[in-house]
């Protein structure tokens, strides 16, 4: 009877990303994918448009990225979706870049969702978690002032970029990538440490 | 921290939001955390700012995106047709199917409860002394007719006759036949009473009512004729019907159609040949009646042959029979 519909339960919205693309492995419907799509679809046009520079080719993009999903979720179990998605629709602007010029470096196409980050690694386990925060101590030391300052603002009084350049009097990029550069440096540092 | 499938999507509205400036610090913070951890928003946000440099209409983008996504998933949705779709459906065939119960089935075989007084008499007098051998000679009106022989109550047909008729020959051998066969039936039955349940296809019934003075053609004019209730040869498609009509028809099954016994219902389904003649015989219902109700088909009136398009033509017809006691 669930061709009726009537009887067919609507799909609620928490359903977890992880349960849907499984149910879509299992039954192939379309429509559900395209409600998981519908939600990143600005996501992705975004993405297109940052890399194709061209309206019409991004609205193309965003189709052939869900084409792609189409099969390639039929077969694929995806652990992390946004970054496996990020990773797709990145990949598919550069192809396309690539195919109309043909320099862009290959080392932007690289699967960078395949490695872990640092947020995944803290649930993984309680005394690998217990030994990072020990190590976390020490490489916040090991960065420099501007970068452990950011850090510090940013990921544990939990600061916006605007707040933390007034209270530190830099630059609102300069936080920007302060942060971005003290995450990448304290992340090595983690690695290192973890390896020990 | 880990935050990630558990909030809501950021969206371009946040963007424009974040750039001019109208989230709380508490809410930029968030984002810009998002953007750290998440390379998706963090490129996407920088192509909607590569948009808004550009001055791209986004939104109508968008929109024009969500249309066409909703176009391509849609397939699965268009299975699951509203109730209402079922419905009406199910309704249509049911009209269709109870339409062709009524009226097409019953253009073969409609049933027509009819029980008649009559004497025992041979209706088939006015079937053959009418034969249409006239050549052409337009038949009088039945009232216009002598009849010399018996009325027959109900029957107009049965109150033509003894019309002086041309070239009567074969007339005359089928109602030697006839009356040979009813003499037979009536002999054997006696005793008995009967009324008759008669099918009648709807079409023939309608012909039987058309008084036609069309030439018959040649097969049917051995055996048939135009009587005065019209058994009609004119309408390009007709259906079997006995001679003088159906009327006359059951009355002549009321008077031979007997048993001595307790009374039942036989199905005697035949077919009308197109030179008049009756064959492949097959019955149901009551088993006791079988032979007899065969026999009382054969030994009755003769059958004028179904037409289509115009010409005769061998078809099938029901006729069900009650055989009911007298006693």
Redo the contacts between chains.
């Keep these: 009877m669930k061709f009726l519909g009537i009887f067919r339960t609507r799909n609620p919205e928490p359903l977890p990303e992880a349960q849907r693309l499984s149910v879509y492995r299992q039954t192939g419907d379309v429509g559900l994918l395209g409600e998981l799509y519908s939600s990143y679809m600005e996501m992705v046009f975004g993405i297109c448009y940052k890399y194709l520079r061209d309206e019409d080719e991004s609205k193309d993009a965003v189709m052939q990225i869900f084409e792609k999903l189409v099969q390639d979720l039929k077969t694929h179990e995806v652990g992390n979706f946004k970054s496996w998605l990020h990773s797709v629709a990145r990949n598919h602007c550069l192809m396309q870049l690539r195919s109309k010029r043909v320099f862009v470096g290959n080392e932007e196409i690289k699967e960078e969702y395949a490695g872990p980050d640092l947020q995944n690694n803290e649930s993984e386990d309680i005394f690998t978690l217990d030994h990072q925060l020990n190590s976390l101590g020490k490489c916040m030391q090991s960065l420099v002032s501007e970068q452990r300052v950011s850090i510090q603002l940013f990921y544990v009084e939990e600061k916006c970029y605007k707040d933390i350049c007034i209270e530190t009097g830099y630059d609102f990029n300069k936080v920007k990538s302060y942060i971005q550069n003290g995450k990448r440096n304290l992340k090595i540092c983690m690695d290192r440490n973890g390896n020990d | 921290?880990?935050t990630?499938?558990s909030q809501p999507?950021?969206?371009?509205d946040h963007?424009r939001r974040y750039r001019d400036?109208e989230m709380s610090?508490?809410e930029?913070?968030s984002l810009?955390?998002r953007m750290?951890?998440?390379?998706?928003?963090a490129?996407?946000?920088?192509?909607?700012l590569?948009?808004n440099e550009?001055q791209?209409d986004?939104q109508s983008?968008?929109e024009?995106?969500?249309d066409?996504?909703?176009e391509?998933?849609?397939?699965?949705?268009s299975?699951?047709?509203?109730?209402w779709a079922?419905a009406s459906a199910a309704s249509i065939v049911l009209g269709m199917s109870l339409y062709w119960f009524v009226f097409i089935i019953n253009k073969n075989t409609s049933t027509q409860d009819v029980a008649f007084e009559m004497s025992i008499e041979k209706p088939e007098h006015a079937a053959v002394d009418e034969e249409v051998k006239v050549k052409e000679t337009p038949l009088p009106p039945a009232s216009a007719r002598p009849t010399p022989q018996k009325a027959y109550g109900n029957s107009p047909a049965n109150t033509t006759t003894s019309e002086p008729v041309a070239a009567a020959a074969p007339a005359q051998e089928v109602q030697e036949r006839l009356d040979t066969n009813l003499e037979e039936s009536i002999a054997a039955n006696d005793q008995e009473q009967i009324s008759i349940v008669q099918t009648i296809p709807a079409s023939a019934t309608a012909a039987a009512a058309l008084p036609s003075q069309a030439p018959l053609s040649e097969s049917a004019r051995k055996v048939t004729k135009n009587d005065a209730a019209g058994a009609s040869a004119t309408s390009l498609s007709s259906r079997p019907a006995p001679l003088n009509g159906w009327e006359s028809f059951q009355f002549y099954l009321s008077k031979n159609a007997l048993s001595a016994e307790q009374p039942g219902d036989v199905e005697v389904t035949f077919t009308v040949n197109a030179d008049s003649t009756l064959s492949t015989f097959s019955t149901k219902g009551d088993r006791r009646f079988y032979q007899k109700a065969i026999l009382t088909i054969q030994n009755g009136p003769a059958w004028i042959p179904a037409r289509s398009d115009g010409q005769p033509t061998g078809m099938q017809t029901t006729v069900r029979i009650r055989f009911r006691n007298s006693n």
């Design positions: 921290m880990a990630i499938n999507e950021f969206g371009f963007f400036g610090a508490q930029q913070h810009e955390k750290l951890e998440e390379p998706l928003v490129d996407a946000y920088e192509g909607f590569a948009l550009d791209i986004y983008a968008l024009s995106l969500r066409t996504l909703n391509q998933a849609k397939p699965e949705k299975r699951t047709l509203p109730i079922y």
